[in-house]
């Protein structure tokens, strides 16, 4: 069994196309659909993308940072994020959907964890 990507957008719904950060300083949580390959049904899985800008400032404010589900880039790139999760999707395999998303949830909150 595989993995499949249904959609990607922000945590209010908005398409990752449609965002712009001003400067260098963003943390967006991305959510992302993702269910079994030809199958029905999807999973959300959330995951943030943050500058290391917005890293050195909350740096700044706490002395110790989790790191969490969180992706780390210089320029917010859509597609960059897309190719990312397809990526790390192709090597999401499992007998069962729920180790396939146990797999996800290594880099991703899944909406069922815990």
């Known amino acids: 069994m595989e993995a499949e990507l249904r959609s990607l957008a922000t945590q209010h719904g908005e398409f990752l196309t449609d965002i712009r950060p001003v400067g260098d300083l963003f943390c967006i949580t991305v959510c992302a659909e ?12 959330d995951f943030d993308v943050c500058s290391p800008g917005w890293l050195d400032s909350e740096l700044d404010r706490y002395s110790v940072l989790p790191g969490g589900k969180r992706l780390f880039m210089r320029k917010f790139d859509p597609d960059a994020v897309e190719l990312y999760v397809r990526k790390r999707l192709r090597h999401a395999t499992g007998a069962k959907w729920h180790e396939i998303a146990s797999k996800i949830g290594e880099w991703a909150r899944w909406e069922f964890a815990d």
């Open 34 to 45: 993702i269910g079994p390959k030809g199958g029905v049904g999807a999973d959300l899985f």
